[in-house]
């Protein structure tokens, strides 16, 4: 499943590909790829073709493209999209042979690449939204802007973090909270920290809620200049390249192996129906509240 700094990726390659181009030709491959356009595909196809991709946004793992009329006015609308699980968006020359789950297709005018929109467990999709106002999507406007994300509000993170009465790991998946940390980036962000993810967050000093947020930029910072992480074989960037940053984990998927600050062996632990790795050492489990 790709997590946010694929997403940004992603992003960066939309923004690079796509944005400044007008949409000549949309084509539906299958109907699941446009279920949350809810007045149908043929609309979906009616409200992109002819339309400029302004530009390239992203919250959390959403992704969105503003409209322009052809004569460069706002359209108020924005192509939102969910990669879900397993969903790509490919920038392809025109006549490279279509993907075994190529569910969407859109050429431009210009003639150049198309943009493809591959999605194997089809649990990604696409819409067509009304942008009013600053431009953000009503679905998007509730997800909490993320440290990647230049408007990120460093001063509010910490307050809100520190006001609720949850674990820590909890609060970082809590996308109202941060956007789009998932438990690879969580798991290596609070290592960095020293700080074990049942901690409760309305205990954390100033201090480690700083090192924590320092972990979490480092870490989606790191994983984004190497071109994101997956483990998902299926995930690709806008390009069709795999990241590697998988190869950098300290913690996440090491259990057993040694942690590389102080070589304890890492330790595995049942989360919300997935796992936890840490480092009994550095993370030592908090002591249970009377
Ligand atoms: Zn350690």
Request: net charge positive; aromatic share 6%.
């Amino acid at each position: 499943m790709p997590e946010l700094p694929e997403v940004e990726v992603v992003r960066r390659g939309l923004e690079r590909w796509v944005a400044g181009r007008t949409v000549a030709e949309v084509q539906v491959h299958h109907p699941r790829a446009v279920r949350r356009h809810l007045e149908g595909a043929e609309h979906f196809v009616a409200a992109l073709t002819g339309r400029t991709v302004a530009a390239a946004h992203r919250r959390g793992k959403y992704l969105w493209l503003p409209l322009a009329e052809t004569d460069g006015t706002a359209a108020g609308r924005a192509l939102v999209a969910h990669l879900g699980m397993s969903g790509q968006l490919l920038v392809e020359k025109p006549g490279e042979p279509d993907e075994v789950h190529l569910r969407a297709r859109f050429r431009f005018t210009d003639g150049g690449r198309e943009l493809r929109f591959v999605d194997q467990r089809t649990f990604g999709g696409l819409a067509v939204e009304d942008a009013p106002g600053d431009g953000v999507p009503p679905r998007v406007a509730h997800i909490a802007m993320d440290p990647l994300d230049p408007g990120f509000d460093v001063d509010a993170f910490s307050a809100a973090l520190r006001r609720r009465h949850t674990e820590v790991k909890r609060a970082l998946l809590d996308q109202t909270l941060i956007g789009g940390v998932g438990n690879i980036y969580a798991d290596e962000s609070l290592w960095r920290a020293r700080l074990h993810g049942a901690r409760p967050t309305d205990k954390l000093t100033r201090a480690q809620v700083a090192d924590l947020l320092e972990g979490v930029r480092d870490v989606l910072g790191e994983s984004l200049a190497q071109g994101g992480t997956s483990f998902d074989s299926l995930y690709v960037d806008v390009n069709g390249q795999s990241g590697y940053f998988s190869r950098h984990l300290a913690v996440y998927g090491q259990q057993d192996r040694p942690c590389p600050r102080c070589g304890t062996p890492v330790r595995r632990e049942s989360f919300m129906n997935r796992s936890s790795y840490s480092c009994p050492q550095c993370q030592p489990r908090p002591r249970a509240r009377r």
